[in-house]
């Protein structure tokens, strides 16, 4: 306690000594060295100057000095007949401007240089040869990244011990006798199994063709029921439990009859149309009654491996939006529309033939209907 | 924390696989296409001959064949295919069809009948309707008996079945018009009360043409015809029984003036309008008690009462506010809630039989037209423009609406046009005279 005490006083008389004292205990300035000085009036300066730039003059012409331009100037050939400059020029004798050009009387231009009326030989002009431009302009590679750094660093600590051979983590069982050394799980470092650097990746090209969204999958709604969703008063944990198993159960089921799924892939959006607009092109709807035109049908059909319905197996799926009768009546006309354009076999892909055996059709009059 | 992140990713599992799910399923299902477009064009149909049975039936069954092919193709809704283009004509009413051949010339439908006279002199005639392309019968087949001067009748039923069971509608071939019948220049015209066929035959006339007449209407039942006739040198309203042709008038107020009677579909009660001291409002009488009653009491003119097909309200045209403009009020009287809204001066308002639209005629902009609105006056439609048409009417199954149509000048003329209410088909109804004011009856028994 009282030492420091002892250190804080001893402490602030020194701090309060040095501000005292300091200042004396500085070293001593250098010493200046004095010289003799003469003072010239400005017309025996004028006097000294003139007489040495008049020397300078007689002896050699300086041109002026251009301004500095990054660009040389074109050589340009002295005309043969051009009149040297006249270096008689009465202003050039005023020795005393230093501003007037100098004397180039001493000067002489050179001699010009023998016309020859023999025309250079020209060379062939070379082959006039069109450049064509690329029609893909390529892409700038981008500059690769330095990949080492330029001062070494230390490598961090490993989060997971790599070894040579693979072994497992052991924790000690507390029920255990003799208690077991703990262990990491250790494992040899993974390694492709070829070294592909970035250089050798092939560069990223624009696709070719843009995708396109995948088309929203129609639900028809028309006579399917529609359970309305039941109460749930499971608790977060419990419904999410249970999403998950109705998610997974739903796919087990789905996923069961695997052997009846068609094989091939789906129809394409442009095979889906062609058979849509087969269809409609038959669709006559003229001589429907209004209470039919405001009634939606579903049909279903087997299909021919050659393209062409099954007569037979045309039925009526559901409808919606009007009477039975009104049903009938829609459904008659999308009948005759699925058998007069299938007489000679829808342009569907054979290969697919699983994809379109069956089909349903929705026959929706919105669009045709009187309003 | 960790079993929070569990907790999310088990959500989020388990929508993308219920998302995921019913696509997938979906892809593994029938394939399903949406038709929304079509094609709107007349149904080619055969009409063969119907066949004769028996050397008596052979006058009839050509004609009949020819008069349910008008009443198709009358309709444009269907195209009948010209018999030169057949490969196996019909020769026999039970043999199988021979679908191919008929699908080989685009026959969507196909009419296969045959005729026969009974020893009582009764003409039978039987018929079925086959879809070709599907390759089977529509509905069953059927059979009509009757005089054999009533062979169009039976033709006309025989085409009200074909037309129904393709198109859904109901039936309107077998019914009759009645109208104004006009000969003479316009400015000393001679007007007769007549009935006719809907398509223009069995032209019948009623009066005699000594006094103007005008507006017939016909009852429910379609025995009896209303209509105004300036016999008094006033405008009255007379009944007309048209089986006995006898004609009584049904309100003689002196001082007064009635017109534009209209049956309620119970058949006893008759809406008009009476004009007395310079004000014209709408009435009813009970036809059996002569009972009157009034609905309107505005100082505007209030006239065209049109019953709605369940008999509670009535559509009227009334100036009230200033123009021409369709109301609606119940049929006790009360307050009118106006309907048309559009520009122009809406009049001759007329109750659908079905009970969804109301035709009317409109003036615009120096035109005529007929048109029809729904009840709240929205969906409006013209249907026709010319220089002068008027007095809609519509048919038994609330399709077709007929309409007058007058020529420009002085020469000018009426006559008898109609219209499907899609606008299409607008065509002009044969008569041998001139033509007007016409009123379709019911389908008849």
Redesign the interface.
């Known amino acids: 306690m009282h030492a420091g005490h002892y250190i804080s006083a001893a402490g602030h008389l020194g701090l309060i000594g040095w501000l005292l004292w300091g200042a004396n205990l500085a070293p001593a300035p250098e010493p200046f060295e004095a010289s003799d000085v003469s003072v010239i009036s400005a017309e025996e300066y004028a006097a000294l100057t003139a007489a040495e730039i008049a020397s300078e003059a007689s002896t050699q012409a300086v041109a002026p000095t251009p301004p500095d331009t990054s660009e040389e100037a074109p050589d340009i050939p002295a005309a043969p007949n051009e009149e040297p400059p006249d270096s008689t020029d009465p202003m050039v004798t005023q020795q005393d401007d230093p501003d007037q050009a100098p004397d180039l009387s001493g000067m002489r231009p050179p001699d010009p240089a023998e016309a020859d009326d023999i025309s250079p030989e020209m060379g062939a002009a070379p082959m006039e040869s069109a450049t064509l431009a690329p029609e893909n302009s390529e892409r700038p590679t981008p500059r690769p990244a330095p990949r080492v750094a330029p001062a070494p660093v230390a490598p961090p600590e490993p989060d997971s011990q790599v070894d040579e051979v693979r072994q497992e983590e052991r924790v000690p069982d507390e029920g255990a006798e003799t208690p077991a050394e703990p262990q990491e799980a250790t494992a040899p470092e993974e390694a492709a199994t070829e070294i592909v650097t970035e250089a050798e990746e092939a560069p990223e090209v624009a696709p070719s063709a843009s995708l396109r969204p995948r088309a929203r ?4 709604t028309v006579g399917r029921n529609s359970n309305p969703p039941e109460e749930n008063t499971e608790t ?2 419990d419904a ?2 249970s ?2 198993e ?3 159960g ?2 087990q089921e ?1 996923a069961a009859p695997q052997d ?3 094989a091939g892939p ?2 394409s959006q442009g095979e ?1 149309d062609a ?2 607009v087969a ?14 035109l405001a009634t939606t049908v579903i049909v ?1 059909v087997s299909m021919e491996r050659d393209g062409r319905p099954d ?1 037979e197996s ?1 039925r009526l799926i559901g409808s919606e939006g009007g009477s039975d ?2 049903a ?2 829609a459904f ?1 006309a ?4 699925i ?2 354009c299938g ?1 000679n076999g829808f342009d569907l892909p054979e290969e697919k033939y699983d ?14 209907r ?2 | 924390m960790m079993a929070g992140f569990m907790t999310l990713f088990a959500a989020l599992t388990a929508v993308i696989l219920a998302v995921a799910g019913p696509a997938e399923a979906q892809e593994r299902g029938p394939l399903r296409i949406e038709i929304t477009e079509g094609v709107i064009e007349p149904m080619p149909v055969a009409v063969p001959d119907f066949v004769a049975q028996g050397g008596a039936a052979r006058e009839w069954a050509s004609r009949i064949a020819r008069v349910v092919a008008d009443d198709l193709t009358g309709t444009g809704l269907f195209r009948e295919i010209p018999s030169a283009a057949f490969i196996s004509p019909i020769t026999s009413f039970s043999s199988p069809v021979q679908f191919a051949d008929w699908k080989a010339i685009n026959a969507q439908a196909l009419i296969s009948g045959a005729v026969e006279v009974e020893g009582d002199g009764k003409l039978v005639v039987k018929f079925r309707l086959y879809d070709v392309f599907a390759g089977q019968e529509l509905g069953d087949g059927l059979r009509f008996s009757g005089t054999t001067e009533g062979w169009r009748r039976m033709a006309h039923k025989v085409a009200d079945a074909v037309y129904s069971r393709i198109t859904g509608e109901g039936p309107y071939f077998d019914s009759r018009v009645a109208f104004v019948a006009e000969t003479g220049p316009k400015d000393a015209r001679r007007k007769r009360l007549a009935i006719m066929d809907y398509d223009g035959a069995n032209v019948q006339y009623l009066t005699d043409g000594n006094s103007i007449v005008l507006a017939p209407r016909f009852s429910p039942d379609g025995q009896s015809v209303l209509f105004t006739s300036y016999r008094s040198g006033f405008p009255r309203i007379y009944l007309l029984n048209t089986n006995s042709l006898q004609s009584r008038a049904l309100e003689e107020q002196p001082g007064s003036m009635s017109f534009a009677p209209r049956f309620a579909p119970d058949g006893r009660t008759v809406v008009y309008s009476m004009t007395r001291g310079g004000n014209t409002d709408i009435y009813t009488l009970n036809i059996e008690t002569a009972e009157t009653r009034r609905l309107t009491s505005s100082p505007s003119i209030e006239t065209a009462p049109s019953f709605s097909p369940d008999g509670n309200r009535i559509v009227f045209e009334s100036d009230r506010s200033g123009s021409q403009q369709l109301y609606v009020m119940p049929v006790g009287g009360g307050v009118p809630e106006r309907i048309s809204f559009g520009q122009g001066r809406y009049g001759t308002p007329v109750w659908s039989p079905r009970g969804d639209l109301v035709a009317f005629t409109k003036q615009s902009k120096g035109r005529f037209h007929i048109g029809v609105m729904r009840l709240d006056g929205s969906e409006e439609r013209l249907l026709t423009a010319s220089f002068l048409d008027e007095g809609p009417t519509w048919s038994p199954n609330g399709r077709v609406i007929m309409f007058t149509r007058e020529t420009q000048g002085a020469g000018g003329q009426a006559s008898l046009y109609s219209v499907d209410i899609t606008g299409r088909n607008l065509k002009r109804v044969r008569t041998d005279t001139g033509a007007s004011d016409p009123s379709w009856s019911p389908l008849l028994k």
Do not use: H, Y
């Open positions: 999958p129609r639900v028809p977060d944990a999410i439990n999403a998950l109705e998610a997974l739903e796919t789905t009846a799924v068609p789906p129809l889906r058979l849509r269809v409609q092109r038959c669709w006559n709807v003229g001589s429907l009654s209004s209470a039919a279903g007569v045309i009768a009104a009938r009546q008659e999308a009948r005759r529309a058998i007069r007489t994809r379109w055996q069956d089909i349903e059709m929705t026959f929706n009059p919105e669009n045709m009187i309003k």
